[in-house]
């Protein structure tokens, strides 16, 4: 097997070139290079140095994996029978997948590789710049990044930006994060004669006539959170900063307990948004929810008992391990299995940590959330009625017990079968896969709605309630119903 060595061309023009690299570009007895659209290459060929490029591979493909894997299978194929020299714009170490195949290749015993050294892009650009790195800084791959991917709070360097449309791809995926008229930098061919940069707002970056192959696009780091309302860490900070030394007394004096009831109206408010398909109440509700889990986090980890990249850790361990027909090898057929899948792994993580099967289940803020709790937990080892009608016969049999009790009993004994009432409505629930919660929130939302809408009807008459007869005041309900279904 012979020699299949990659050498970088460096970031610049030809008087950047390092003196090692020339010399061993001038002895190359095979040299491929990746692309002929660098600066370096018209030089060299001045000088009598032959070499093959790999951009009529581009042409043949829509998409960059298979050119580069068309390029590194080439190199191989073309070492099995003589050594060869690889030629890349700036360190083959740097933004240069197909190096990355290569050394998967050499990895595997499919070619003898050598890489050489070069001037990445990343030292004349942060010179250009005047940008010191130990900042924090990103490099990212405008072909492929995501918006999750971006650290607002670093010097972000975005490379593969090469023509309009790129730009454009790229502009889109900033806006997803940064406001439109954000400050970008276009910086092309840094530390060559032809340097050139260029700061626009970002939505100007796709219109810009100078973006070519070397080009690479700079996003200054934001230096106030309220540029950066978009970015995970900022939510972080503003909750950090609400409970810290000059901060809000109200969120500095807040507890895990003290918070308990603002959770449960943020989520019930968020399911009202939701029932009313509602987005923008959606979005905003749905923040507020998330509020309540940063501050309980921020307070956790201002006792010293937990922090958020705990809650983090687990949910997200949680969700690989109890899904392992997504994460492993587990086959799931349907939505039946994966459930099945989930309580089974579930009851292997809990197995000794437990007591009682109901423990943990009670929730002292519902008591219907509590008999849905009891009674999914009792029916996920076998003691739930086989069917629904079973659930119907066993609720017509507390309904009549409860008669009884009105018509002969005592006020404990109506309690208690009152109850048991209530305890079989929650089964039947259960059976139809509705959340007994969930119903009687919109059950008292729809209550409150309607009877706000006889109130008002009450107040333009001049009158009070007491003027009216119960058939009057109802007569306005069935016309707030009538409204509400738009009859």
Known sequence: MYQLTVIGLGAADFDQLQMGVYKKLKTAKKLYVRTVDHPVLADLAKEGVVFESFDAVYEKHDTFAPVYTEIAETLIAAAQTADVMYAVPGHPLVAEQTVQNLIEADSA???????????????????????????????????????????????????????????????????????????????????????????????????????????????????????????????????????????????????????????????????????????????????????????????????????????????????????PHVFGDVVAEDAEAVVANWEAIKRKEKDGLEGALLAGEYRAESSLQTSYNYQKKAASVGFDWPNAADAWDKFAEEWQEFRDEVTDGSNETRLDEFGDVLFTLVNIARFYKISPEEAMLHANEKFARRFAYVEQAVRVSGKLFENFTLQQLDAFWDEAKRLEKGE
Not at 113 to 134: H, N, R, V
Not at 181 to 202: F, K, N, W
Not at 226 to 246: V, Y
């Open 109 to 323: 015993g499919r070619v003898n590789l050598t890489i050489e050294g070069g001037q990445s892009f990343l030292d004349p650009i942060f010179g250009a710049l005047k940008i010191d790195p130990i900042e924090g800084f990103q490099l990212l791959d405008g072909t492929s990044m995501s918006m999750h991917d971006i650290n607002m709070r670093q010097h972000i360097l975005i490379a593969q930006v090469y023509d309009a449309f790129s730009a454009s791809e790229v502009k889109l995926t900033l806006m997803e994060k940064y406001r439109d008229d954000y400050p970008v930098t276009i910086v092309t061919a840094a530390g060559s004669s032809q340097e050139q940069l260029r700061t626009v707002p970002l939505y100007e970056l796709d219109q810009v006539a100078e973006i070519n192959n070397l080009t690479t696009v700079y996003v200054p780091p934001v230096e106030s959170d309220e540029d950066a309302l978009r970015d995970w860490s900022t939510l972080r900070r503003i909750i950090a900063r609400l409970r810290g030394p000059g901060g809000c007394p109200w969120d500095q004096k807040q507890t895990n307990e003290s918070l308990k009831k603002y959770l449960l109206e943020e989520a019930h408010e968020f399911l009202a948004a939701v029932d009313a398909e509602d987005d923008f109440a959606m979005v905003e509700e749905l923040g507020d929810v998330l509020l309540q889990v940063f501050l309980h986090a921020q307070i956790g980890e201002d006792n010293g008992y937990f922090n958020l990249e705990e809650v983090l850790a687990s949910v997200a361990g949680k969700m690989i391990r109890r899904h």
